[in-house]
């Protein structure tokens, strides 16, 4: 059982580039969802995702995409990276109302 | 809208210390509450959570956790701080009528001298 996986572990991107943050679970959770983590300024919602096809916006969705194609993947896209997303991304991953899984995070330095 | 203040951004106790963070939200509502640690490089993991029943809350590595309704507070304590509890803690809440809208606080980082 690995929990919430993602992948890259860091990235460092030129401003205008594109990628893709890559996250998975096994715990057969309906609910996902992506937040960056910046410093001193606690966790902001990005997207988040009810069940396979069902995708929302949350605080900060400008210059993100999502897609939720099956249960377990949630993926992240970033289409014209900029230096404001510079940050750490996490995952998770929960039951309604539940505690939420978080994965290792991704730690992107766009320059 | 719903927020979750975390009074004390910056914490410094010496090792044996007693440990109280403080959290209040602004939900009038039925609430879930949660507080969550994360240490030095890690991610987020649960310390603790509540979703009804008796206020008192114990959680993981002595953690527990006190649901003052009538304050709006769920504030964290341990009695005796270790080292190893060096790490930032978040208070998150959400309405129970969907995951998606939990609300996490700004964090406080808590640092335990040797």
């Known amino acids: 059982n690995a929990g919430v996986t993602q992948t890259p572990k860091f990235r460092i991107l030129k401003i205008g580039q594109s990628m893709t943050l890559q996250c998975a679970q096994d715990?057969?959770?309906?609910?996902m969802y992506w937040y960056r983590q910046d410093p001193g300024m606690g966790l902001k919602l990005i997207y988040y995702?009810?069940?396979?096809?069902?995708?929302d916006k949350g605080e900060v969705p400008n210059g993100y995409n999502v897609s939720r194609s099956t249960t377990e993947d949630f993926p992240l896209r970033l289409e014209l990276a900029a230096p404001s997303q510079t940050s750490v991304y996490f995952c998770?991953?929960?039951?309604?109302?539940?505690?939420?899984?978080f994965g290792p995070g991704t730690r992107l330095t766009v320059t | 809208a719903q927020s979750v203040s975390q009074h004390n951004h910056h914490v410094i106790l010496s090792e044996a210390a007693s440990l109280e963070l403080g959290c209040n939200y602004s939900?009038?509502?039925?609430?879930?509450l949660f507080w969550y640690v994360q240490y030095p490089g890690q991610h987020l993991q649960l310390l603790l959570k509540?979703?009804?029943?008796?206020?008192l809350v114990k959680g993981i590595k002595g953690f527990e956790a006190e649901f003052i309704k009538s304050k709006f507070s769920f504030n964290l304590r341990k009695p005796s701080v270790q080292w190893s509890d060096t790490a930032e803690y978040f208070c998150?809440?959400?309405?129970?009528?969907?995951?998606?809208?939990?609300?996490f606080g700004a964090g406080t980082r808590l640092f335990v001298k040797a």
């Open positions: 998770a991953s929960s039951y309604p109302d539940d505690e939420q899984y």
């Open positions: 715990m057969n959770h309906n609910y």
């Open positions: 995702s009810v069940g396979a096809g069902i995708t």
């Open positions: 939900y009038g509502g039925t609430v879930n």
């Open positions: 509540y979703f009804s029943g008796d206020p």
């Open positions: 998150a809440v959400n309405k129970g009528t969907g995951g998606f809208k939990t609300i």
